[in-house]
């Protein structure tokens, strides 16, 4: 069955410091994609990067890049000069190949951002 | 652009009511998603629609009803509120066409309490 696992429940980052939100996922689907959504306090939920498995490359959206390693089935998402308004919870999801496209969201990553 | 819109936005329910939460997109996605987040948590997925007419159970669906009657709307019915329904409830829809890399789009989520 389709799992995802984020297994940091609060983290803290300094403004202008990089920071690394970790994934971790299984599925038995050979075919699948990898999403990081973001949900400031206002409560929206905002896509932010997207990865697929047989994408060559990790993929990098701006600021935001995501360290996809595929034999540890993992998929972190690494946040570069981390500002104040990146404070927020970050949710890793995961969608397989099957026709209804649903997405299984990880318990999410609470991030706060100091000054 | 309106996009995915929910109503209410935040509600207070007593045990035993019933309600509908509204969703309506006008984007013409046959794919729509009711999730729940309970605090602190991810989100999970309570039933989705892949076209008017046709519905399907997620991963919570007790305690919830959907109809899916035109392509636009996709209502999420409480019959008998509980307190464990107490939740935020975001509606999402995707376009049919597109791979596991679509974008799904969500609404603003409604807040329910219920006392």
């Known amino acids: 069955a389709q799992k995802i696992t984020q297994t940091q429940p609060g983290m803290f980052v300094q403004e202008k410091e990089a920071v690394t939100l970790d994934c971790t996922y299984d599925t038995s689907d050979p075919s699948y994609g990898l999403f990081w959504y973001k949900q400031p306090s206002s409560g929206e939920m905002i896509f932010l990067i997207y990865?697929?498995?047989?994408?060559?490359q990790n993929a990098t959206e701006g600021r935001y890049s995501l360290n996809f390693q595929k034999a540890r089935k993992s998929a972190n998402l690494v946040i570069s000069a981390s500002q104040l308004g990146d404070s927020a919870m970050y949710f890793c999801a995961m969608r397989e190949s099957s026709n209804t496209g649903k997405l299984i969201f990880g318990q999410g990553t609470t991030l706060q951002v100091k000054p | 652009n309106a996009g995915v819109t929910q109503t209410p936005k935040f509600r207070i329910l007593k045990i035993g009511q019933s309600m509908t939460l509204q969703c309506a997109q006008d984007m013409n996605h046959n794919y729509m998603y009711w999730y729940r987040q309970d605090p602190g948590m991810g989100l999970k997925l309570i039933y989705y629609?892949?076209?008017?007419?046709?519905?399907d159970k997620g991963e919570v669906p007790n305690g919830y009803n959907v109809s899916r009657s035109t392509t636009e709307d996709f209502p999420l019915r409480l019959e008998l509120a509980a307190p464990s329904q107490t939740s935020v409830y975001f509606c999402?829809?995707?376009?049919?066409?597109?791979?596991?890399?679509?974008?799904?789009?969500f609404g603003q989520g409604t807040r329910l309490t219920v006392v």
């Open positions: 629609s892949v076209g008017a007419g046709i519905t």
């Open positions: 990865q697929g498995s047989y994408d060559q």
């Open positions: 999402a829809s995707r376009p049919d066409a597109g791979g596991l890399n679509t974008e799904a789009f």
